[in-house]
């Protein structure tokens, strides 16, 4: 039997965090193998996502968490947009894909993974990286790890960022990886997160990193926790370039209906800084269409090269400002 709930915006993590949400419209979760009407859960958390809606865009209503992954064995289809749920006891993999051990955390029994990174200057390192399908980023280093092998002493420029989550705005820098090894599968200049901030790097987690979805994204993910394993199938796009933000600018939507696009951040030496753009500016059009859907915005910022005419609100005045994408690296 084949069973779907429907639901506007998930982000899928998996941790031990329990299955918070409303059902709504649009997405589907596909339930296969059994005759369960509802997916349910033995106790529920209620979170503050206000800072998950700014960052994207859309009012987010939950999580589905570790509860769900270790009931059910979990197929993400990034290019389908679809997730199946699987009873463990009829499931069968019958693909291509490759098989890569997991191991849990003892203390929180997170999912973690042993992966090899190289960063230019530097020798191939080993490292255990938490798998988080609820993050929006490619390769997050912790701050513990990124001291402990100097990786901030590289021989390439590193832009400072800003990312927005559940504890609020961390300062960040971003560079480029000369290659991820995961499994049997290489993954080619990676965009890479450090941190260096102690606020960050204090974890009670026994890892180095976070895996999040612009790498997960590149295959068909099915995690099998009752085996311990999770299996990867290339996708069609895993050789494409890392996109990144080309702008400077770091976004994030406000307002009841999140569609007033502010600016939380400028990086240095970026077409936003030349550009004279500021924290607290408000985009309202760019070339003159509405600017209100964050998502869309961000990707006409990783078009390189591309030229945008930005109307903003800066206080009581409105400002038109020339911004041209730039690969910052």
Do not use: C
Request: hydrophobic letters at 40%; charged letters at 25%; a positive charge.
């Amino acid at each position: 039997m084949l069973m779907r709930l429907s639901l506007i915006l998930i982000f899928m993590v998996t941790g031990v965090s329990p299955l918070v949400g409303q059902i709504l419209s649009q997405k589907y979760i596909e339930v296969s193998g059994f005759a369960e009407k509802e997916i349910t859960a033995d106790y529920a958390t209620a979170f503050d996502f206000n800072n998950l809606s700014r960052v994207s865009g859309r009012m987010t209503y939950g999580l589905l968490g570790g509860e769900v992954f270790f009931r059910y064995v979990v197929e993400i289809d990034y290019a389908s947009q679809t997730v199946t749920l699987h009873e463990p006891k009829n499931y069968i993999y019958k693909g291509n894909g490759k098989k890569v051990p997991l191991r849990f955390s003892k203390d929180s029994a997170l999912p973690l993974v042993s992966a090899t990174i190289e960063i230019p200057g530097h020798s191939k390192l080993k490292g255990t990286f938490l798998i988080d399908t609820g993050s929006n980023d490619t390769l997050q280093l912790y701050a513990s790890f990124v001291e402990k092998n100097k990786l901030l002493n590289t021989k390439q420029k590193l832009i400072e960022s800003q990312i927005t989550g559940v504890d609020g705005d961390i300062i960040l820098f971003k560079g480029v990886g000369t290659n991820f090894q995961l499994g049997d599968f290489d993954i080619a200049r990676p965009v890479v997160t450090f941190t260096s901030s102690e606020k960050t790097s204090k974890s009670p987690f026994s890892y180095d990193g976070v895996i999040g979805n612009q790498i997960w994204s590149r295959f068909k993910v099915i995690f099998d926790y009752s085996h311990k394993q999770m299996i990867l199938e290339k996708g069609a796009n895993f050789d494409q370039p890392f996109e990144i933000n080309l702008s400077g600018l770091g976004l994030v939507a406000e307002g009841s209906d999140f569609k007033q696009i502010k600016v939380i951040s400028v990086s240095p030496d970026t077409p936003a800084t030349e550009a004279g753009l500021k924290v607290g500016d408000q985009l309202i059009t760019i070339n003159d269409k509405p600017a209100k859907d964050l998502y869309q915005v961000r990707q006409m910022f990783r078009r390189e090269g591309q030229e945008y005419l930005l109307k903003i609100k800066r206080g009581d005045e409105i400002l038109t400002i020339k911004l041209k994408m730039r690969n910052p690296f």
